[in-house]
Nanobody, 117 residues
């Protein structure tokens, strides 16, 4: 059973930083994409950043230059370093892993990030 456990969310002032972590267990996927999505109240869930097992990255335009995604394949963990946070970054952040081995995606439970102005 695949499980994703996020940590690192919280309350921070605008301009501050947070680092999110997502540890996956029960996975044996060698070819996958791990990423972060977010959902603000009243809005659709959107991709923030993703990274393939080969190291290719993709970022939403709104976070380019401020957020950095990284992963430790040995630990099956993905990170999101968020700098220069803005109030509009406030959302629940979800970790996702998509496996190309079985064409299935899995979600974490989400972690709240709140940026005050």
């Amino acid at each position: 059973q695949v499980q994703l456990v996020e940590s690192g969310g919280g309350l921070v002032q605008a301009g501050g930083s947070l680092r999110l972590s997502c540890a996956s267990s029960g996975t044996r996927f060698s070819n996958n994409v791990m990423g972060w999505y977010r959902q603000a109240p009243g809005k659709q869930r959107e991709l923030v950043a993703s990274m393939t097992s080969g190291g290719s990255t993709n970022y939403a335009d709104s976070v380019k230059g401020r957020f950095t995604i990284s992963r430790d394949n040995a630990k099956n963990t993905v990170y999101l370093q968020m700098n220069s946070l803005k109030p509009e970054d406030t959302a629940v952040y979800y970790c996702n892993i998509f496996s190309f081995s079985n064409n299935r995606g899995y979600w974490g439970q989400g972690t709240q990030v709140t940026v005050s102005s």
